[in-house]
């Protein structure tokens, strides 16, 4: 088992990675405060993984909300029934909420935890490889409204995240891709060893390799405590995180929630990132093609769907939260390691890379 | 005008208090970082100050919210509204949210701030006594749930507070008692000297007295940004601002929200908080009797209504956010200003308490 200590203040928390780390009490129990807790999980994983946490939680008095499964049930509906259950049982602010579950579960836990009785304890248990290198960190927690993603929530922090690196053997191929997708981010912004690393075990990343995984998903959630812990509720330098996530935005919008994976969007939108870069001259044609290259060899797409157009994305860009008064402000790329957050750059060379998407 | 400063790190912010504010832009302008408003109010409202706060925002782009007036709709469905109109017309992360009205306004508002795009800004105008002394200064935001009043929230500071005094000369002569039972309060939980004062000029301040009444808000703000900096988020001494508030809820409660007004349901309720003091032996009977003479010289009730029971209490009381673990706690009297927070009393006298507000 590795231990990595996000640095937040008096909102800092430890991250346990390893495998089978579900089965024992002993992680989690530090991090109870009451003898309650509401364990939040949906009906995809609940069969899964459920049985296990809850014998590892005999001691406690559990509440259990299972969920239906996925993106479209990411709304205040879902989440009233996380209130609903808690205030039913009578949970007091004394309760911790567990999150069970993928980014989405994740996600409505955070959220209900923040708001529950004004905010109260909860712990991070993501079963996806996405939500496990991109969720453990960062403390955002939300819903959808039907005009937006992620448009309602909070920034709240976790007590603890358990990541048991076991669960991904149950995820379907396409989704250990879409989670490298998020991996080979942190290489593209902060660390070119890291995506050199990347570049030499991506194939038995893919074959979940526990010791590598392990590897992986602590150097990610690393790279991004280092980030978040410079700009926590994300003013400045945290917005590199999205690099890729603009394009990505557009195009999970334009092909309807849960058609594309959002890490699959995310692959092909930082193609378009590195593309772009390119146009600008800021890497050279050698380092778009190998950052294409680390992409293709995750099992992503590289190329945004045939049916978008140009009009397409810049109608789905303008609505995006990097958005401030009306200017679109895109994560490219200075090196392959290197992000920065920019407004300033040549729209031409913007038109050109979305019409050269479409090629 | 006078301008009292919240210490909150860098959360702080300042209170401005005084006649006739609402008129200019000068107060406002410094804490609107963008070029966009929202401005939420209500229909009782918007008649009376919606225009000439629109006349002093004249130089930014405005967009209106008028909700439906009432606790009844301090809920997910009006909550709601805000968003819309928000997403509707595009707000970014840049935007202000001001929210023009009573405790119910602003608590809705706050919370919609605290939750649009993960926390945008806001700022308080409460136009009624009891918010301006009570939602002024906490950052307690949120709505109500089927099953509980207040469940669902954020703590979250706004960048400002404007207190204009000239608009409690529309507020209905219930409302402005409501508001100096808050006040009351604070005399009684910390401040013996306020506690005279306030005697000596109840008269005065029920007539609206301009300058007194500017002097009271500010000594009631000023004891509770005390409290409030000492425990921002309600761990441990932040609970004897709910001196009263167990009782008044239970009361609340059982008559119907909206019945009974809050401060007028807190009144009677404090004076029950005396009653148990003096049982217990904190205070003595001439004690008891002066704090309830200053209640009742504010135009308050100073017993619960004849139809509860002693089981509708203890009933009612359970359900109290400040319940840890099954146990009530209650705010109780060592003398008159000064409160504590405890869970060791004598039950017998609490059941002669309750018992006794029924004689």
Redesign the interface.
Known sequence: MQCLNVDLGDRSYPIYIGARLLEGPGLLAPHIS??RVCIVTDDTVAPLYLPALETALAAYQITRVVLPTGEAFKN?ATL?QI??AL??E?H???TTLIALGGGVIGDMTGFAA??????VNFIQIPTTLLSQVDSSVGG???IN?P??K??????YQPQAVLIDTSSLQTLPEREISAGLAEIIKYGLIRDAEFLDWLERNMASLRALDSDLVTEAIMRSCAIKAEVVAADE??GGVRAILNLGHTFGHAIETHQGYGSWLHGEAVGAGMVMALDLSARLGWIDVQQFERGRRIIAAAGLPVAPPESMTVDDFRRLMA?D?K???GQLRLVLLRSLGEAIVTADFDTEALSACLAGAQS
């Open positions: 009451g003898k205040w009233q209130f609903d205030l039913g009578r007091d602010r004394k923040a708001c529950y009785q004004r905010g955002k927690t939300g409204h005009a937006g992620n448009m309602i929530g909070a920034f509720r994300e609505v939260k958005v401030l008064d």
